[in-house]
């Protein structure tokens, strides 16, 4: 197993990509901190990693928050005492009604043949609260398990952080500014600090998937998930299972001359 007594951190791993991640990690050898804002789903996540034969403990907390943060990390450190692997996954994101709406109506104009007439209204509708929640998540959650993470890793001259981007990052997302936004300051800091602790050992990538089948896009409105599909080449929606494979390859040994990259499993989406 290619990570066999390594500890590894995943956030937002109750559900969804973070779960596969979590289980994938477990499945090589690693034991998880599984990070959520949701206590249950963290425990039942790691309830699955041991039931698999895996060693897992719950480390639920708001990674937007730092001082909840720093207590996670002594929760699991005090017992583990090491760091390998951290995966900054936890996220979200907030699409306002009126905007689905619009989105769906876009798509529709266009399939007509027809002027789009139908503004999406995702900007000048955009909430402070929303935009800063946005980024509080993603840019400070990220952020604040980082800086805990090379606390350890510096001292030990090791270690792997992979942070959660996004297409939306690299080519923007219509309808969520605030998300794509997020997703491009996570990439800009990725490559900040790899450059920063590369010479310690240390690799910092990002993972910036397509669209992939989650109870989050399945939120989206039928046409907009149709017309998805069809600007994705591969015909196809990604598998939580896949971006997972692509973590466990960037906190792997194969991928020791890797840092400061952006891998992007996207269907061919964004080519």
Same mark, same amino acid.
């Given at each position: 197993?290619?990570?066999?007594?390594?500890?590894?951190?995943?956030?937002?791993?109750?559900?969804?990509?973070?779960?596969?991640?979590?289980?994938?990690?477990?499945?090589?050898?690693?034991?998880?901190?599984?990070?959520?804002?949701?206590?249950?789903?963290?425990?039942?996540?790691?309830?699955?990693i041991?039931?698999?034969?895996?060693?897992?403990?719950?480390?639920?907390?708001?990674?937007?928050?730092?001082?909840?943060?720093?207590?996670?990390?002594?929760?699991?450190l005090?017992?583990?005492?090491?760091?390998?692997?951290?995966?900054?996954?936890?996220?979200?994101?907030?699409?306002?009604?009126h905007?689905?709406?619009?989105?769906?109506?876009q798509?529709?104009?266009?399939?007509?043949?027809?002027?789009?007439?139908?503004?999406?209204?995702?900007?000048? +509708?955009?909430e402070?609260?929303?935009?800063?929640? +946005?980024?509080?998540i993603?840019?400070?959650?990220?952020?604040?398990? +980082?800086?805990?993470?090379?606390?350890?890793?510096?001292?030990?001259?090791?270690?792997?952080?992979?942070?959660?981007?996004?297409?939306?990052?690299?080519?923007?997302l219509?309808?969520?500014?605030?998300?794509?936004?997020?997703?491009?300051?996570?990439?800009?800091?990725?490559?900040?600090?790899?450059?920063?602790?590369?010479?310690?050992?240390?690799?910092?990538?990002?993972?910036?998937?397509?669209?992939?089948?989650?109870?989050?896009?399945?939120?989206?409105?039928?046409?907009?998930?149709?017309?998805?599909?069809?600007?994705?080449?591969?015909?196809?929606?990604?598998?939580?299972?896949?971006?997972?494979?692509?973590?466990?390859?960037?906190?792997?040994?194969?991928?020791?001359?890797? +840092?400061g990259?952006?891998?992007?499993?996207?269907?061919?989406?964004?080519?």
């Amino acid at each position: 197993m290619r990570l066999e007594e390594q500890v590894a951190l995943v956030t937002g791993g109750g559900s969804g990509i973070g779960r596969a991640i979590a289980l994938a990690l477990a499945a090589e050898g690693a034991r998880v901190a599984v990070n959520d804002l949701i206590e249950e789903s963290a425990q039942a996540v790691a309830e699955e990693i041991e039931a698999r034969g895996g060693t897992a403990m719950a480390v639920p907390a708001d990674v937007a928050d730092g001082r909840a943060v720093l207590k996670m990390f002594t929760r699991f450190l005090t017992v583990w005492d090491r760091l390998d692997v951290v995966v900054n996954n936890a996220g979200a994101l907030f699409l306002a009604p009126h905007v689905a709406a619009n989105m769906e109506a876009q798509v529709a104009e266009r399939a007509a043949g027809g002027p789009v007439r139908t503004a999406l209204a995702a900007t000048r +509708t955009l909430e402070d609260g929303i935009w800063r929640r +946005t980024f509080a998540i993603h840019v400070d959650g990220t952020f604040h398990c +980082t800086r805990d993470a090379l606390k350890v890793m510096e001292v030990r001259r090791s270690g792997r952080i992979i942070n959660m981007a996004s297409i939306a990052g690299i080519s923007g997302l219509a309808g969520s500014p605030d998300y794509s936004a997020a997703k491009a300051a996570v990439i800009g800091f990725t490559k900040a600090v790899a450059r920063e602790v590369a010479h310690l050992g240390i690799r910092v990538n990002a993972i910036a998937p397509g669209f992939v089948e989650t109870p989050l896009l399945a939120e989206l409105p039928d046409l907009v998930r149709l017309a998805i599909l069809a600007q994705t080449p591969s015909g196809r929606l990604g598998t939580p299972e896949e971006i997972a494979a692509a973590v466990l390859f960037l906190a792997s040994p194969e991928a020791d001359f890797i +840092t400061g990259q952006v891998l992007s499993p996207n269907g061919g989406f964004t080519i």
